[in-house]
């Protein structure tokens, strides 16, 4: 997801100074489909990726389960909006 949207980033303004983590979504291009969820799936995503990195506690294989899920869910849907974004944009892919 991160890198998806990246590409769509860097496509919509030009350069590549939107790579930290926590500040890509709010660099989600303006005229991407649906911008506001993909910025809030992406910080969800984020915010799962550090928890299960960083937490001393972690919850239980059955939670990891349901959160890998429901984030490939969510990547395998945005994949192919941004090609197609890409691709409007005149990106040759």
């Keep these: 997801m991160y890198h998806s ?4 980033a860097y ?3 030009g350069g590549d100074d ?14 991407f489909p649906d911008q506001a969820k993909w910025g809030n799936q992406l910080k969800s995503a984020r ?5 299960a990195d ?3 506690y972690p919850k239980s294989t059955k ?3 349901q959160v890998a899920q ?5 990547a395998n849907a945005l994949t192919p909006i941004t090609m197609a974004y ?3 944009k005149g990106c040759n892919l």
């Excluded at 939107?18 to 005229?31: F, W």
């Excluded at 915010?47 to 928890?51: G, S």
């Excluded at 429901?70 to 969510?74: M, Q, R």
């Design 11 to 13: 496509l919509y303004y």
């Design 18 to 31: 939107h790579q930290q983590h926590s500040d890509l979504p709010q660099k989600i291009p303006p005229d």
């Design 47 to 51: 915010e799962y990726r550090n928890q």
């Design 86 to 88: 890409l691709r409007a």
């Design 63 to 65: 939670y990891w389960k």
């Design 70 to 74: 429901l984030v490939t869910s969510d």
């Design 54 to 56: 960083y937490d001393p």
């Design 5 to 8: 949207i990246r590409a769509a």
